[in-house]
T-cell receptor, first 118, second 111 residues
Framework: GAVVSQHPSWVICKSGTSVKIECRSL??????MFWYRQFPKQSLMLMAT?????????EQGVEKDKFLINHASLTLSTLTVTSAHPEDSSFYIC??????????????FGPGTRLTVL | DAKTTQPPSMDCAEGRAANLPCNHS???????VYWYRQIHSQGPQYIIH???NNETNEMASLIITEDRKSSTLILPHATLRDTAVYYC????????????FGTGTRLTIIP
């Protein structure tokens, strides 16, 4: 199946600093990628839809100025958590769709990035 | 938002078939049923999807009722590595539609 990677797999940072998380589609191009957040013992919550070459679409309640998304190429989307605070500590997961024409598409997920803000 | 109902947890003995139910009574005619699972501290993994007909792949089988209001995911011979949270989702777009995750079913395989 299609492979999606994330980097870093985990990160610890001080409160007030910014953290960048990368999401890459390794063997396919993706015009659309999705960013999710998951708190302990909760389900995944969609944060935003990342569109190559255009602005991201944010879900209600997600601050676009705090969670900066850049989808600069067809294989890379980045999520930057600006001025991180302890309440931003979470598991961040991205997904992407290979867009195969011959079969129904599906989304493939990265392994996730665990962010801990001290 | 697309709404599914799943039992919060289930146990299954190792080697037995695990049958995970999902109710999706509001599903529309053009919406597919997708199943994903999430092993602890990992990203979700695609399992299988279907529209009307039953489907089978190397991981699982999917049984969809004739009225399409419910489905069952079957893991034929459960192993300890199948312990995970299983999510049932339905959507219509060809892949670029955002996925709405419910609470899922926490499946525990018992040795």
């Amino acid at each position: 199946g299609a492979v999606v990677s994330q980097h870093p797999s985990w990160v610890i940072c001080k409160s007030g600093t910014s953290v960048k998380i990368e999401c890459r589609s390794l063997d396919f191009q993706a015009t659309t990628m999705f960013w999710y957040r998951q708190f302990p013992k909760q389900s995944l919550m969609l944060m935003a839809t990342s569109n190559e070459g255009s602005k991201a679409t944010y879900e209600q309640g997600v601050e676009k100025d705090k969670f900066l998304i850049n989808h600069a190429s067809l294989t890379l989307s980045t999520l930057t958590v600006t001025s991180a605070h302890p309440e931003d500590s979470s598991f961040y997961i991205c997904s992407a769709n290979p867009g195969h024409m011959s079969s129904r598409d599906t989304q493939y997920f990265g392994p996730g990035t665990r962010l801990t803000v001290l | 938002d697309a709404k599914t109902t799943q039992p919060p947890s289930m146990d299954c003995a190792e080697g037995r078939a695990a049958n995970l139910p999902c109710n999706h009574s509001t599903i529309s005619g053009n919406e597919y049923v997708y199943w994903y699972r999430q092993i602890h501290s990992q990203g979700p993994q695609y399992i299988i999807h279907g529209l009307k007909n039953n489907e089978t792949n190397e991981m699982a089988s999917l049984i969809i009722t004739e009225d399409r209001k419910s489905s069952t995911l079957i893991l034929p011979h459960a192993t300890l590595r199948d312990t995970a949270v299983y999510y049932c989702i339905f959507l219509s777009n060809f892949g670029n539609e955002k996925l709405t995750f419910g609470t899922g079913t926490r499946l525990t395989i018992i040795p």
